[in-house]
């Protein structure tokens, strides 16, 4: 039996979605250190409580958006562990603190929920109105389906469900990690396929933030830790770094994984919708950190930046 002497506090956002994960991930560890007390301490973050529109945001570029708080409340120890969504999590940590576990990603794909004739992509009828909350997925999918009407829409996952519910949108689209956490993947009409929508680097993943030198925190969250996560999320985040970008940018990652060799593929897109720069990169899982730098170097040459810059704007 495994245990450690003091309780251990995992801190997150109070959102459904983050509470579901958090208790989640606690289970796990819960299974991993039976003799451990854990807690869980939720955080009200900026991100909670700002209701601006998307471009808003983007043009704020604001980083620590969904983790500012949280990150305070590991370095002051009201908290040890926290869990975040890894894409919603800055490319570098502040001193004092590290990303120590990443548990296995089950889905990074984008979801589509539609109304009634409206359950597949290809099916959308002509100016059919879609229901984003991401500029990476609002260009993506303006360059698949240029007549598409591709509408903002903000919030959590219950808030933007009650939207479908109403007049404004015909479908909307969604991480499906988040709504399978949620208990709601029989709400999912579509799992869209990444050639047409790739999802955003560490879509999908979650990533549990300890103070570097809290040992058994470390230990603790290390013990869910998986590597071949690990070795895929860091190429799409290393991928983000080297663009310059950050988790509201139109850019989308994925890597996958076969017998040691990783492939990272990246996009980045106008907002509009009129261009998207698309590049791959194959290599040893073990430079899957450098894969992600080269590949950005490549797609900056091909003019990624003046994207990236017009979607602030
Ligand atoms: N920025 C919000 C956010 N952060 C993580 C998820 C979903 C779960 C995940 O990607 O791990 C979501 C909601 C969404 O994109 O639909």
Avoid at 200 to 224: F, K, M, N
Avoid at 241 to 259: D, E, H, N, R, S
């Amino acid at each position: 039996m495994r245990g450690v002497s003091r309780s251990i506090t995992v801190g997150t956002r109070g959102s459904a979605l983050a509470l579901a994960q958090t208790r989640w991930v606690v289970a796990r560890l819960k299974e991993e250190w039976p003799d451990t007390e854990f807690r869980i301490q939720t955080i009200s973050t900026k991100g909670d409580r700002d209701r601006s529109s998307l471009e808003t945001l983007a043009q704020k570029g604001d980083k620590g958006f969904w983790v500012k708080e949280i990150e305070d409340a590991l370095l002051s120890s009201r908290i040890d562990i926290a869990v975040h969504s890894l894409k919603d999590l800055p490319t570098a940590q502040p001193e004092g603190l590290e990303i120590s576990s990443i548990p296995k990603r089950v889905e990074a794909r984008d979801a589509l929920i539609g109304k009634e004739g409206m359950k597949r992509l290809v099916d959308l009828p002509q100016g059919a109105r879609i229901g984003t909350s991401s500029v990476r997925r609002k260009a993506f999918l303006r360059a698949f389906r240029p007549d598409l009407d591709v509408k903002d829409l903000r919030g959590n996952v219950d808030t933007r469900l009650a939207a479908l519910a109403g007049n404004e949108y015909d479908a909307i689209i969604l991480a499906a990690a988040g709504l399978t956490r949620l208990e709601m993947r029989n709400r999912i009409d579509e799992l869209v396929d990444p050639d047409i929508l790739l999802p955003a680097p560490g879509q999908g993943a979650l990533a549990l933030e300890t103070r570097s030198d809290d040992d058994l925190a470390v230990e603790v969250a290390y013990a869910i830790h998986d590597r071949a996560t690990d070795d895929r999320t860091t190429a799409e985040r290393e991928f983000l770094a080297g663009l310059g970008a950050g988790c509201m940018a139109p850019v989308g990652a994925l890597a996958t994984l076969k017998g040691g060799v990783l492939t990272l593929e990246g996009w980045v897109g106008a907002l509009d919708g009129t261009q998207v720069i698309r590049a791959t990169i194959e290599g040893d899982a073990d430079e899957c950190a450098d894969l992600g730098a080269q590949l950005a170097e490549d797609m900056l040459a091909q003019g990624a930046q003046a994207l990236i810059d017009a979607a602030k704007v």
